[in-house]
T-cell receptor, first 112, second 116 residues
Framework: QKEVEQNSGPLSVPEGAIASLNCTYS??????FFWYRQYSGKSPELIMS????GDKEDGRFTAQLNKASQYVSLLIRDSQPSDSATYLCAVNEENYGQNFVFGPGTRLSVLP | DTEVTQTPKHLVMGMTNKKSLKCEQHMGHRAMYWYKQKAKKPPELMFVYSYEKLSINESVPSRFSPECPNSSLLNLHLHALQPEDSALYLC???????????????FGDGTRLSIL
């Protein structure tokens, strides 16, 4: 049984700070990892994907993956109030097609 | 705006009604998905279609009936639903299902379904 865990939050950070969102997963064969942002009442929006150990940067977002520790994180630099949303971690394993397992999500609140 | 289009955006129906949710994508994706999402919970996978064939059915009650008429369209037929079926129903697509795992799923805006 694959499990994906995230702190449910809410995580509150002041505007301009770095928000750090964490995700751990139980299935060692997991190969692909995705971060989705979901505003209240809206659908999930893909913001980052990462497949290899290390860091991947896209604008204010950095995803970090450590497969040995079964840990993936998302850093948001210069956080803005518009970043306030629920962030979902999704994990997919290599040999079972696109069977995403979503974490419960972390609610982020960026305070002006 | 998303590239996966879902209609209707909102649907209210009685427990004896029959209705359908529709999903359309024109990205050439060959995998399409239905998810159910309750408030403050992550999406739960219901069905996966790969190349218009049902690949995964996550033990969904038979009152939900999926259909994939062609590679761009996905329907979810609803009949005799229960109040606990009220939720946001999300459609997603990805370029493929099996073989390559690093394909992100792209979600539509969802249909908010309320069962009276």
């Amino acid at each position: 049984q694959k499990e994906v865990e995230q702190n449910s939050g809410p995580l509150s950070v002041p505007e301009g700070a770095i928000a750090s969102l964490n995700c751990t997963y139980s299935d060692r064969v997991s190969q692909s990892f995705f971060w989705y942002r979901q505003y209240s009442g809206k659908s999930p929006e893909l913001i980052m994907s990462i497949y290899s150990n290390g860091d991947k940067e896209d604008g204010r977002f950095t995803a970090q993956l450590n497969k040995a520790s079964q840990y993936v994180s998302l850093l948001i630099r210069d956080s803005q109030p518009s970043d306030s949303a629920t962030y979902l971690c999704a994990v997919n394993e290599e040999n079972y097609g696109q069977n995403f397992v979503f974490g419960p999500g972390t609610r982020l609140s960026v305070l002006p | 705006d998303t590239e996966v289009t879902q209609t209707p955006k909102h649907l209210v129906m009685g427990m004896t009604n029959k209705k359908s949710l529709k999903c359309e994508q024109h990205m050439g994706h060959r995998a399409m998905y239905w998810y159910k999402q309750k408030a403050k919970k992550p999406p739960e996978l219901m069905f996966v279609y790969s190349y218009e064939k049902l690949s995964i059915n996550e033990s969904v009650p038979s009152r939900f009936s999926p259909e994939c008429p062609n590679s761009s369209l996905l329907n979810l037929h609803l009949h005799a639903l229960q109040p606990e079926d009220s939720a946001l129903y999300l459609c997603a697509s990805s370029s493929s299902w099996a073989g390559t795992s690093n394909q992100p799923q792209h979600f539509g805006d969802g249909t908010r379904l309320s069962i009276l």
